[in-house]
Nanobody, 122 residues
């Protein structure tokens, strides 16, 4: 059973930065695709970024160039560096993991989820 715990959320001003962290709990962490999703009340959860390796990453168009995803397999942590934050980035951000390759934004393809960390931009 994979456990994921997010941290790093908070309140920032328009144009500010935050770094989210997601700590995993299983030794097979390094073989899994890791991703960040976000959700606002009444709306569907949407993919933000995924990472398989340093050379295999993907971003939603809305965050391309502002957010950077990375992972440290030794520490079993995945990070989401968020720069130039905008009010529309306000959401609950959740970390997710799946077996197999990255590339999907479908929430149904991710097997494990964290509880989420709230980001508010004003």
């Amino acid at each position: 059973h994979v456990q994921l715990v997010e941290s790093g959320g908070g309140s920032v001003q328009d144009g500010g930065s935050l770094t989210l962290s997601c700590v995993g709990s299983e030794s097979t962490y390094s073989s899994r695709c890791m991703a960040w999703f976000r959700q606002t009340p009444g709306k569907e959860r949407k993919g933000v970024a995924f990472v398989m390796s340093s050379r295999y990453k993907g971003y939603a168009d809305s965050v391309e160039g502002r957010f950077t995803i990375s992972r440290d397999n030794d520490k079993m942590i995945v990070y989401l560096q968020m720069n130039d934050l905008r009010p529309e980035d306000t959401a609950m951000y959740s970390c997710a993991a799946r077996d197999g390759r990255c590339g999907s934004w479908s929430t149904y393809e991710y097997n494990w989820w964290g509880q989420g960390t709230q980001v508010a931009v004003s």
